[in-house]
């Protein structure tokens, strides 16, 4: 849940790790305990969103403010009441917006989350594509499309320089409400969706710095790792063989470390991190067939696996 930000005294919130994880699958005995460590959770299942609706791009423009001067306006800074918005904008969550120097703010709030994103509300090269999901480098954001129709768009965290997120398609594989990284135990991935099993990699809630700063995961804020770990499909196995994957997860761009943050870049220029339809089509067209085939063959498995209705 998004809570109301900058009023009153802000208190400052626990330093975030600089890493994120690596999360190949755990053993039987390791998954039991966290399904039991859970079973006393209450999680409801994310309502299906609807398709994001089709609007003009609107004029936005964007500016710094100092931390001391939005905590001087208290609540007369109307960003206050938008957090979900500024969060977004600056590529980082509700806890690490509090510790930062200053923040990108948009001169309007109005208008809804996509439309200070960068990704389209329609990809026409999707249209036959059930579900499938865009992380970008580069814009450190990502895109959940049914169809070629937008369902959620937010931010994200992707790898350090050190240990990138290679750029290249992945499908969706197993799922665990919560794992714990084989490369440091202190790491907790909540919500945790892998797309490489012998690399580690995956998507799931953890802090977001406003930067690359993961193990070469994506790392996602709360509500969005919840709504994917719920939307996306897994693979499907038999006899420990992977016999139709899961959701196809398209990697794609650089990202320039030792430059400043790209998305700044909007200050100047509104349109900087646009991603046209055209773009996009254009960066999806080497990908469609394996994507199609692979949907086709998922298919086909499920109608051959479901009863004869009589």
Request: proline share 7%; net charge positive; glycine share 4%.
């Given at each position: 849940?998004?809570?109301?930000?900058?009023?009153?005294?802000?208190?400052?919130?626990?330093?975030?790790?600089?890493?994120?994880?690596?999360?190949?699958?755990?053993?039987?005995?390791?998954?039991?305990?966290?399904?039991?460590?859970?079973?006393?959770?209450?999680?409801?299942?994310?309502?299906?969103?609807?398709?994001?609706?089709?609007?003009?791009?609107?004029?936005?423009?964007?500016?710094?403010?100092?931390?001391?001067?939005?905590?001087?306006?208290?609540?007369?800074?109307?960003?206050?009441?938008?957090?979900?918005?500024?969060?977004?904008?600056?590529?980082?969550?509700?806890?690490?917006?509090?510790?930062?120097?200053?923040?990108?703010?948009?001169?309007?709030?109005?208008?809804?989350?996509?439309?200070?994103?960068?990704?389209?509300?329609?990809?026409?090269?999707?249209?036959?594509?059930?579900?499938?999901?865009?992380?970008?480098?580069?814009?450190?954001?990502?895109?959940?499309?049914?169809?070629?129709?937008?369902?959620?768009?937010?931010?994200?965290n992707t790898g350090?320089?050190?240990?990138?997120?290679?750029?290249?398609?992945?499908?969706?594989?197993?799922?665990?409400?919560?794992?714990?990284?084989?490369?440091?135990?202190?790491?907790?991935?909540?919500?945790?969706?892998?797309?490489?099993?012998?690399?580690?990699?995956?998507?799931?809630?953890?802090?977001?710095?406003?930067?690359?700063?993961?193990?070469?995961?994506?790392?996602?804020?709360?509500?969005?790792?919840?709504?994917?770990?719920?939307?996306?499909?897994?693979?499907?196995?038999?006899?420990?063989?992977?016999?139709?994957?899961?959701?196809?997860?398209?990697?794609?761009?650089?990202?320039p470390f030792g430059?400043?943050?790209?998305?700044?870049?909007?200050?100047?220029?509104?349109?900087?991190?646009?991603?046209?339809?055209?773009?996009?089509?254009?960066?999806?067209?080497?990908?469609?067939?394996?994507?199609?085939?692979?949907?086709?063959?998922?298919?086909?498995?499920?109608?051959?696996?479901?009863?004869?209705?009589?």
């Amino acid at each position: 849940m998004i809570r109301r930000l900058f009023s009153g005294t802000i208190a400052l919130g626990l330093l975030c790790m600089a890493t994120a994880c690596n999360n190949k699958q755990p053993d039987r005995n390791t998954e039991h305990k966290s399904q039991a460590t859970e079973s006393n959770q209450k999680d409801t299942v994310p309502e299906k969103k609807e398709p994001v609706p089709e609007q003009k791009q609107a004029d936005i423009k964007y500016s710094f403010i100092k931390k001391k001067d939005w905590q001087n306006q208290k609540d007369s800074f109307e960003g206050a009441k938008h957090l979900d918005l500024l969060i977004a904008i600056n590529r980082v969550d509700s806890s690490t917006i509090k510790r930062l120097d200053s923040i990108m703010v948009p001169d309007r709030y109005d208008l809804p989350l996509n439309a200070y994103m960068p990704f389209p509300e329609t990809a026409e090269a999707l249209k036959p594509v059930k579900k499938m999901l865009i992380f970008s480098n580069l814009h450190q954001a990502f895109a959940a499309y049914e169809y070629g129709k937008l369902v959620i768009q937010g931010q994200t965290n992707t790898g350090t320089k050190a240990n990138p997120t290679p750029p290249k398609l992945y499908y969706c594989n197993w799922k665990a409400k919560r794992s714990v990284s084989t490369v440091n135990s202190s790491w907790i991935l909540n919500w945790n969706f892998n797309v490489s099993n012998f690399g580690g990699i995956g998507f799931h809630q953890y802090a977001l710095p406003g930067y690359p700063a993961s193990h070469s995961c994506m790392r996602l804020q709360r509500s969005d790792a919840y709504f994917l770990y719920h939307w996306a499909e897994q693979w499907i196995m038999q006899n420990d063989q992977v016999v139709a994957n899961g959701t196809p997860v398209l990697l794609y761009s650089e990202y320039p470390f030792g430059k400043p943050r790209p998305w700044f870049a909007l200050v100047e220029d509104p349109k900087a991190m646009t991603i046209t339809q055209e773009m996009l089509n254009d960066m999806l067209q080497p990908y469609l067939s394996e994507i199609l085939e692979k949907q086709k063959q998922r298919e086909a498995l499920v109608a051959k696996e479901q009863p004869v209705q009589m």
